[in-house]
């Protein structure tokens, strides 16, 4: 299928344009075919009546050697008569074409354009040629009365331009009204949930904008509920999990022996996984919400190096595990620190929970823009499998389950913080077999 660069009303405004030049055009050719078919007629009439003015009307007796006939007024301001020697074979108009011939009548048409008639009068053994007086024969006539050509053409233009401007204004209307719809619909995808279209529009697209400004009601109020109900969890389930910890540590101080112990630890355990669960569906539902950035606003120069050496301070490394950093120096990044500890430490957090013994870490800088890669030795993830685990709570397979330590958000608040920072996730194999996490963002100036 051909795309073409123009936008849809750049070809509707050409497509448009084009149809009115081939109106003109026909209808000039057709007019042009109908005029001179009038005009012909126009000239028939004409010459029949000068004829008849000329036999009937003077009283003066044709002479053989008399060249010119005086034609009455106003017929002689557009044509001449002459007398036609009936003995002469040589032909009345040498240089015209022959039109027509219509009884005794023989029509020509001049070089100029005029028309001659050729009339064979027998009965008064006479042949008499009216014809259209010629540009030179009119030097002392009113020539300012004939302004068919200037009218036509004006006409023309006219009837070109009121076309235009009748047809251009309903589809310019139509476009802003369009864009308009257009600009609400970008509003509300960029997370102004109070862009709304203009409904006062003409139908259909005010169809189209009651249409949208329903759905958008209906968003923003489920995104209020979700906010709110996000909000609310965290709270109403931490106060539980906070007496349950109380009872445990109670329950420590009287139980004494093995089993016992081992069972409050495994409680301890829980009451941990449930506190980073409810931290992790905090954080997801901030980065997916459309007003994330009243949460994450502060904006700084980060150096990339420095960043993440401090964040491997935190982790606490299990003893059969290692971190090697392949750091750019030059690696300064302006951006919301919120969103990049979000990234690094979930990658870091989510290598060592699959590596075998290393995780690597490279950081470099490529043209404009900052290449941030993790890298495991495990057993890595199926190329089929890739876009799945950024989908919150995916199990690829029974090795990648809790048993691991994993929540199942860790990637999902990577790929989300990733989005938000306008920068590109990928999934690959590392050299060392396992899988590598690739973030790649361009360089804020």
């Not at 070109?160 to 864009?179: A, C, D, G, N, V």
């Not at 279209?197 to 995104?223: C, G, H, V, W, Y």
Request: include cysteine; charged fraction near 25%.
């Amino acid at each position: 299928m051909i795309k073409w660069p123009l936008s849809l009303f750049a070809r509707l405004y050409l497509s448009v344009a084009l149809v009115i030049v081939c109106c003109v055009m026909l209808t000039k050719i057709f007019g042009d075919i109908y005029y001179e078919k009038e005009e012909f007629n126009h000239f028939l009439r004409n010459t029949s009546y000068v004829l008849e003015s000329i036999v009937h009307h003077t009283d003066e007796e044709f002479d053989s050697y008399k060249q010119f006939i005086p034609i009455p007024a106003p017929l002689s301001f557009d044509f001449t008569a002459k007398l036609v020697n009936p003995d002469s074979s040589i032909s009345v108009c040498t240089n015209c074409d022959h039109i027509t011939t219509i009884g005794d009548i023989d029509f020509y048409e001049l070089e100029e354009g005029e028309l001659l008639a050729e009339y064979n009068l027998s009965n008064l053994n006479r042949r008499v040629v009216i014809y259209e007086k010629l540009d030179d024969e009119r030097e002392n006539d009113d020539v300012g009365l004939h302004h068919e050509e200037v009218d036509s053409l004006l006409f023309l233009i006219s009837s070109l331009i009121l076309m235009s401007i009748t047809i251009y204004w309903p589809i310019k209307s139509l476009e802003r009204q369009i864009r308009g719809l257009n600009r609400a619909h970008q509003r509300f995808g960029s997370g102004d949930m109070k862009a709304r279209a203009d409904e006062l529009i003409q139908r259909p697209l005010k169809e189209l904008a009651l249409s949208f400004n329903q759905m958008a009601d209906a968003i923003d109020k489920s995104t209020k509920e979700g906010d709110v109900f996000s909000h609310a969890i965290p709270h109403e389930v931490r106060t539980p999990l906070s007496r349950i910890q109380l009872a445990s540590g109670l329950l420590r101080k009287k139980v004494e022996d093995g089993d016992s112990l081992a069972l409050v630890d495994d409680i301890d355990k829980y009451i941990v996984d449930i506190n980073e669960l409810i931290t992790q569906i905090v954080e997801f539902s901030r980065l997916s919400s459309f007003k994330s950035d009243e949460y994450y606003e502060h904006y700084q120069t980060i150096n990339l190096k420095t960043f993440i050496d401090s964040r491997l301070k935190l982790f606490e490394l299990p003893k059969n595990k290692t971190i090697m950093t392949h750091l750019c120096q030059e690696s300064e990044l302006t951006t919301n620190p919120v969103y990049l500890r979000l990234i690094v430490d979930n990658l870091i957090k989510n290598a060592l929970i699959y590596a075998d013994t290393l995780v690597t870490i490279h950081v470099s800088k490529i043209d404009n823009s900052l290449v941030l890669s993790v890298e495991d030795d495990g057993y890595g993830i199926k190329e089929e499998d890739r876009a799945t685990v950024f989908i919150p709570f995916s199990r690829l397979d029974q090795s990648r389950s809790r048993k691991t330590g994993g929540l199942g958000l860790g990637l999902s608040i990577v790929n989300a913080a990733t989005q938000k920072m306008n920068g590109t996730i990928n999934i690959g194999v590392s050299k060392k077999g396992g899988a590598k996490f690739t973030v790649t963002v361009d360089i804020k100036t």
